[in-house]
Nanobody, 129 residues
Framework: QVQLVESGGGLVQAGGSLRLFCTAS????????MGWFRQAPGKERELIGA????????YYADSVKDRFTISRDNAKNTVYLQIYSLKPEDTAVYYC??????????????????????WGQGTRVTVSS
């Protein structure tokens, strides 16, 4: 059983940057593709992007492609989300997820028949204007 713990959230000013962390324990981290998601107040959870098991490839949702960077360090069992030029509309709870199949991470928020093997509990990011 893999446990995912997000950290790094908090209150930040618009225009700033933030790095979120998702650390895994209890399983073989490198056998999972990883994804980052967010859920803003009153909205559905949305995909930010995903990264392959090796970290060699990433996929980003079109809405966030320019300001978000996902990376991972398999030696540290950690996946990162770097956010640049934060905007008030980035205020949300940010979640990481793990699944052996990258495609599942990409479609889980739009395909109700899909779910990830593991989700973290989320870390809250609040961006003040």
């Amino acid at each position: 059983q893999v446990q995912l713990v997000e950290s790094g959230g908090g209150l930040v000013q618009a225009g700033g940057s933030l790095r979120l962390f998702c650390t895994a324990s209890g399983g073989a981290f490198s056998t999972y593709a990883m994804g980052w998601f967010r859920q803003a107040p009153g909205k559905e959870r949305e995909l930010i992007g995903a990264i392959t098991k090796s970290g060699g490839s990433t996929y980003y949702a079109d809405s966030v492609k320019d300001r978000f960077t996902i990376s991972r360090d398999n030696a540290k069992n950690t996946v990162y989300l770097q956010i640049y030029s934060l905007k008030p509309e980035d205020t949300a709870v940010y979640y990481c997820g793990a699944d052996p199949i990258l495609h599942t991470l990409v479609v889980v928020t739009t395909d109700k028949d899909k779910d990830l093997e593991f989700w973290g509990q989320g870390t809250r990011v609040t961006v003040s204007s």
